[in-house]
């Protein structure tokens, strides 16, 4: 017996057939583009991620290392630093200063003021309020937290120490340079002056660190901190201990392999985003169909446009100068020889190439940004066209159900009735035999 159901679901299928399949490629379009602008984005993000570190006046594509003569010294260099051999005579290291009190519990009435000063910085201490117990006197614990507690603090750390004499306050400023020294003084309370006065012991003073440029005689350098940043552009220095033979010797020289590989990284990541750009656009040979935007002249003109900012002069430099050129399938190689020589010869010209406002990376960004941009970029004006696709699409797949759903419900009803009128025959004339 046929089925009506069946019969009703062919004759719908068979009317939306045709258009299903059209807005199926439809629908396959769009999310092929949308994949693929995706991955454009994607590539160009990982582009520039890769490469703007380069874009770096102290880090960047110059690597300068740097030696010292003497292990109670450490130094590191920047791409700023300019190579040489420099020596100084290290007379004195930076110090904190450091003081200590003793101080019997439940002795010192808890009464007055406590003043300790750092320059032009002043922290009082109501000895009332440091008496957290309440019990009228003031033990070591209450006077240490009231000065690290107060929100006046000019950079003083206090500690409680069991010694033998019994609790010992050691005050220790924070940081180290004769900018950092403090006082102690002590108002209405005579019991804890007298007892401070009495029990104060200097463990440090404080001091800057003193270096000497060549020798022991040179021109004097002072800093708050054993370590100098200013004394050679780019160079960073730190000294651990006084002179007490030779003078110590730094030396910053350039390190050309080091700063091949940095521009390797521009080289691989340039690289990289010319492959997916050339898949995408791939027109296709030998029966393959190619990139999902095969021949789109718009995308395809992103690679001619990075092809002319890497062969830009930037301040007089190329890259070309540097050994790195295109080879036939569009990818930069470095020449390594080229390189060493150019760097030699001409090291500031590469950081003019990748490095500040009117360098190269700075203007492969603006080149990315108008493909990549949120608003205004072609990779969201792409996606916008394609979302007004997807929502013509939306709208004909609910038509096309529509369609369906329509004429299986008059089919069904049709060949219903049919085949109750066909039954009902065949009962008839079941009655006259």
Same mark, same amino acid.
Do not use: C, W
């Given at each position: 017996?046929?089925?009506?159901?069946?019969?009703?679901?062919?004759?719908?299928?068979?009317?939306?057939?045709?258009?299903?399949?059209?807005?199926?490629?439809?629908?396959?379009?769009?999310?092929? +583009?949308?994949?693929?602008? +995706?991955?454009?984005?994607?590539?160009?993000?990982?582009?520039?991620?890769?490469?703007?570190?380069?874009?770096?006046?102290?880090?960047?594509?110059?690597?300068?290392?740097?030696?010292?003569?003497?292990?109670?010294?450490?130094?590191?260099?920047?791409?700023?630093?300019?190579?040489?051999?420099?020596?100084?005579?290290?007379?004195?290291?930076?110090?904190?200063?450091?003081?200590?009190?003793?101080?019997?519990?439940?002795?010192?009435?808890?009464?007055?003021?406590?003043?300790?000063?750092?320059?032009?910085?002043?922290?009082?201490?109501?000895?009332?309020?440091?008496?957290?117990?309440?019990?009228?006197?003031?033990?070591?614990?209450?006077?240490?937290?009231?000065?690290?507690?107060?929100?006046?603090?000019?950079?003083?750390?206090?500690?409680?120490?069991?010694?033998?004499?019994?609790?010992?306050?050691?005050?220790?400023?924070?940081?180290?340079? +004769?900018?950092?020294?403090?006082?102690?003084?002590?108002?209405?309370?005579?019991?804890?002056?007298?007892?401070?006065?009495?029990?104060?012991?200097?463990?440090?003073?404080?001091?800057?660190?003193?270096?000497?440029?060549?020798?022991?005689?040179?021109?004097?350098?002072?800093?708050?901190?054993?370590?100098?940043?200013?004394?050679?552009?780019?160079?960073?220095?730190?000294?651990?201990?006084?002179?007490?033979?030779?003078?110590?010797?730094?030396?910053?020289?350039?390190?050309?392999?080091?700063?091949?590989?940095?521009?390797?990284?521009?080289?691989?990541?340039?690289?990289?985003?010319?492959?997916?750009?050339?898949?995408?656009?791939?027109?296709?040979?030998?029966?393959?169909?190619?990139?999902?935007?095969?021949?789109?002249?718009?995308?395809?003109?992103?690679?001619?446009?990075?092809?002319?900012?890497?062969?830009?002069?930037?301040?007089?430099?190329?890259?070309?100068?540097?050994?790195?050129?295109?080879?036939?399938?569009?990818?930069?190689?470095?020449?390594?020889?080229?390189?060493?020589?150019?760097?030699?010869?001409?090291?500031?010209?590469?950081?003019?190439?990748?490095?500040?406002?009117?360098?190269?990376?700075?203007?492969?960004?603006?080149?990315?940004?108008?493909?990549?941009?949120?608003?205004?970029?072609?990779?969201?004006?792409?996606?916008?066209?394609?979302?007004?696709?997807?929502?013509?699409?939306?709208?004909?797949?609910?038509?096309?159900?529509?369609?369906?759903?329509?004429?299986?419900?008059?089919?069904?009803?049709?060949?219903?009735?049919?085949?109750? +009128?066909?039954?009902?025959?065949?009962?008839?004339?079941?009655?006259?035999?």
């Amino acid at each position: 017996m046929i089925n009506p159901r069946t019969i009703a679901q062919e004759v719908a299928y068979a009317s939306v057939v045709t258009q299903a399949g059209q807005v199926a490629q439809q629908q396959a379009d769009v999310n092929a +583009e949308t994949a693929g602008l +995706e991955t454009l984005s994607t590539s160009i993000s990982d582009f520039q991620s890769a490469v703007d570190a380069l874009n770096n006046p102290e880090n960047g594509v110059v690597v300068n290392t740097a030696t010292t003569s003497d292990d109670s010294a450490t130094v590191s260099a920047n791409s700023e630093a300019q190579p040489g051999t420099y020596t100084f005579y290290v007379s004195q290291l930076a110090q904190t200063q450091q003081d200590s009190y003793s101080i019997k519990d439940d002795t010192i009435p808890a009464q007055g003021t406590m003043t300790l000063t750092m320059g032009d910085t002043q922290m009082d201490i109501d000895l009332a309020a440091a008496d957290s117990d309440g019990d009228g006197f003031l033990d070591g614990n209450e006077v240490v937290d009231a000065i690290n507690d107060s929100d006046e603090n000019p950079g003083v750390t206090a500690t409680l120490m069991k010694t033998d004499d019994g609790n010992t306050i050691m005050l220790s400023s924070d940081h180290s340079g +004769e900018a950092n020294a403090f006082s102690v003084s002590v108002s209405g309370n005579t019991e804890l002056n007298d007892a401070a006065t009495a029990s104060h012991t200097s463990l440090s003073s404080a001091q800057d660190a003193v270096i000497h440029l060549g020798s022991e005689t040179g021109p004097t350098i002072s800093s708050s901190s054993n370590t100098f940043d200013d004394v050679i552009p780019g160079v960073s220095m730190t000294f651990s201990a006084v002179t007490t033979d030779e003078p110590v010797t730094l030396t910053v020289a350039q390190d050309n392999s080091a700063s091949q590989a940095q521009v390797q990284v521009f080289v691989d990541s340039y690289n990289t985003l010319v492959d997916t750009i050339d898949s995408l656009t791939d027109v296709g040979t030998g029966g393959s169909s190619g990139g999902v935007f095969a021949g789109d002249a718009g995308l395809k003109s992103l690679t001619s446009q990075m092809d002319q900012l890497v062969h830009a002069d930037y301040n007089g430099s190329s890259i070309i100068d540097y050994g790195i050129t295109l080879d036939s399938d569009g990818h930069l190689t470095i020449d390594s020889t080229t390189f060493d020589e150019a760097m030699t010869e001409n090291p500031d010209g590469l950081t003019d190439i990748f490095v500040g406002d009117d360098g190269m990376i700075a203007a492969m960004d603006n080149l990315m940004d108008t493909y990549t941009d949120s608003n205004t970029g072609i990779i969201a004006s792409r996606q916008d066209s394609l979302d007004k696709k997807q929502d013509k699409i939306d709208g004909k797949t609910d038509d096309l159900q529509q369609t369906y759903e329509q004429t299986y419900d008059r089919y069904l009803s049709e060949y219903t009735s049919t085949m109750i +009128e066909v039954y009902s025959m065949k009962m008839s004339m079941a009655a006259f035999m």
